[in-house]
């Protein structure tokens, strides 16, 4: 029974949730010092995602969620930042066109349905393709248009260089990379021959616990770094105090020296007062005693919950990677497409070049600032919106 209390007592999941992930990274990667003695590695998928992933999570709140509390899935993953999901401008239309239906289906009411929408919308970064493309899928002939409706999509693929995250097949046979969702251990028919590449487990199921255990795992070694990093400081400064005193010691006059030691002789020697310091010892001792059982057996519960996160964290990042298609080399106007459409605000060309390279980008140009800030200008799709500060056209 104390064991289940002591276990109760050390939760690190209730200390670190999968939502304090993105706080995590933030105050990692505000010190390269911090971010070298941390190894656990923060991942995060960037992906176009299809309406039907939408329309699904909206079904699910809508008709089978029990306590409006709770998060899907995907909310959870979007929420601690694992999953990045960017959609055409389009995606706003069928969702919206789709709201009443789906609100008689389910037996919510409009305004439930579109309050639901624009929760999870706010959670979305929105893109508006540059259509059609030169050399683009309505350019080639003996590409199959399976679905018009589609061609958003794989044009947002194409231009950010990110696979869709679906359920359709028509997406694949129109010539898109995919991150195929399974819906339940076997997945659906029409995907069963690919249930390789989807590990047999819903890719957003996978993200949330790789989110849950790297929450856990980071939090609780940037709280040990810090623990101990102050730990070290407080015991410098301790010493600085004792060194710092003895030295106003051997600067007193001599007299006073030979006065406080025959005083502190006196109170060692005098029987009473040697009692008395020994029962406080003892006294400290027997507390210290007292507290190693249940403190030795938080610890070990600790480490315990720790060891389980790092291998459920490594385990799921088995299984995301199984379902990803192979990264592919792209340009520096693709880099800076990404980067942009989901940053918070205008960027300087110095900074999108910093993330560029954080993201794997090597410049073959002589001036790289000087490169990029031609390219993006060149492409149209970028507004300086203040001097030397840039940021992406959604309109």
């Not at 992933?53 to 993953?77: Q, T, V, Y």
């Not at 990404?338 to 073959?364: D, K, T």
Request: net charge positive.
């Amino acid at each position: 029974m104390a064991t289940q209390h002591v276990q109760e007592l050390f939760r690190l999941d209730r200390v670190f949730r999968s939502d304090s992930l993105p706080t995590l990274r933030a105050l990692m990667e505000m010190s390269p010092d911090l971010k070298s003695l941390v190894e656990t590695r923060v991942l995060q998928i960037r992906a176009i995602v299809d309406a039907n992933r939408i329309h699904a999570d909206l079904r699910w709140k809508l008709s089978k969620r029990d306590d409006p509390r709770n998060r899907s899935g995907l909310e959870e993953d979007l929420d601690a930042g694992v999953l990045v999901l960017i959609a055409p401008d389009f995606l706003e239309v069928e969702i919206e066109k789709y709201l009443p239906i789906l609100a008689e289906q389910t037996g919510a009411t409009l305004s439930e349905a579109e309050h639901e929408w624009e929760s999870l919308r706010a959670k979305l970064h929105f893109y508006r393709p540059v259509s059609p493309m030169p050399g683009g899928w309505a350019d080639d002939p003996n590409r199959e248009i399976v679905d018009p409706k589609d061609l958003p999509y794989l044009h947002a693929s194409r231009e950010l260089g990110l696979p869709v995250f679906t359920s359709d097949r028509h997406l694949q046979k129109m010539g898109a990379p995919v991150i195929w969702v399974c819906i339940d251990t076997t997945c659906r028919d029409h995907i069963r021959t690919d249930t390789a590449n989807c590990g047999h487990a819903r890719l957003d199921m996978a993200c949330r616990d790789h989110a849950r255990s790297t929450s856990v795992t980071l939090g609780f070694t940037l709280g040990s770094t810090f623990t101990v990093t102050i730990g070290v400081e407080t015991l410098q400064a301790a010493v600085r105090g004792i060194k710092s005193l003895f030295e106003a010691f051997r600067r007193l006059p001599p007299w006073l020296q030979l006065a406080a030691a025959g005083g502190l002789a006196a109170i060692m020697i005098h029987p009473k007062s040697r009692a008395r310091l020994a029962q406080a010892w003892e006294s400290a001792c027997s507390t210290a005693g007292q507290a190693k059982g249940p403190m030795f057996e938080g610890f070990l519960v600790l480490m315990q919950q720790l060891a389980a996160a790092q291998s459920d964290a490594a385990k799921t990042l088995r299984q995301i990677h199984a379902a990803l298609p192979p990264a592919k080399k792209v340009t520096a106007i693709v880099h800076a497409r990404r980067i942009c459409v989901i940053s918070a605000g205008p960027l300087s060309i110095e900074e999108i070049l910093r993330r560029m390279r954080n993201e794997g980008y090597v410049s073959r140009a002589k001036d790289p600032e000087v490169y990029l800030r031609r390219v993006v200008r060149k492409s149209g799709q970028f507004a300086e919106v203040s001097p030397r500060m840039w940021e992406l056209v959604r309109a």
